[in-house]
């Protein structure tokens, strides 16, 4: 007999999507997506294996400063009038011990995809108040923006690299289980 499949949906309020990236070569700006989706398909309540999909909306970034966000969202980097939202999905999620998992799968950012690889943490299953059935990730990785055609690159005066090629993500996500 088929396990059953379980839909789940991110709880955008107990969510959060970061990426972090260094200045200067000095410092970590970081920086969020604030509008995203995410969702899992699984078997039954098990996590290995699952499809995951998630998107975001590149106009809704935000790194606490507007200017930079403009810039960000300029044909320097995202080109967010012609590529809106940046995409991930799985081809696979496989348990490596405990609560650890390795996450894989096509990320599209500008139009180009590439296969990337992601730590991802279990945190655990409990019911909220209001009955929902809840999991918690804590996903991580790294990427080249420039291998997603986020070319853009400047140098200071004194040579230093305004902004480094590899960008850390972070991202806690929880999802809710559907009826």
């Known amino acids: 007999m088929a396990t059953l499949k379980t839909a789940w949906v991110a709880d955008p309020t107990h969510s959060e999507v970061q990426f972090k990236v260094k200045h200067l070569v000095i410092s970590t700006v970081t920086g969020s997506f604030k509008s995203f989706e995410a969702s899992a398909e699984t078997d ?4 290995e294996g699952a499809s995951i999909k998630f998107s975001a909306d590149v106009n809704s970034i935000d790194t606490n400063m507007e200017q930079r966000d403009a810039h960000l969202k300029s044909a320097d980097f995202f080109d967010a009038e012609n590529f809106p939202t940046l995409s991930f999905v799985s081809t696979s999620l496989t348990k490596k011990s405990g609560d650890e998992y390795v996450l894989t799968g096509d990320l599209t950012m500008r139009g180009v995809t590439k296969s990337v690889t992601l730590s991802a943490e279990y945190g655990g299953q409990m ?6 059935t809840k999991v918690g990730f804590e996903i ?13 690159a400047a140098v200071t005066e004194a040579g230093g690299i305004v902004v480094s090629d590899e960008v850390k993500l ?6 809710i289980k559907q009826a």
């Open 140 to 152: 991580a990785g790294k990427v080249n923006r420039k291998e997603f055609g986020l070319n853009w």
């Open 127 to 132: 019911v909220d108040f209001y009955g929902n």
């Open 170 to 175: 972070h991202i806690n996500i929880q999802l």
């Open 44 to 47: 039954g309540d098990s996590f």
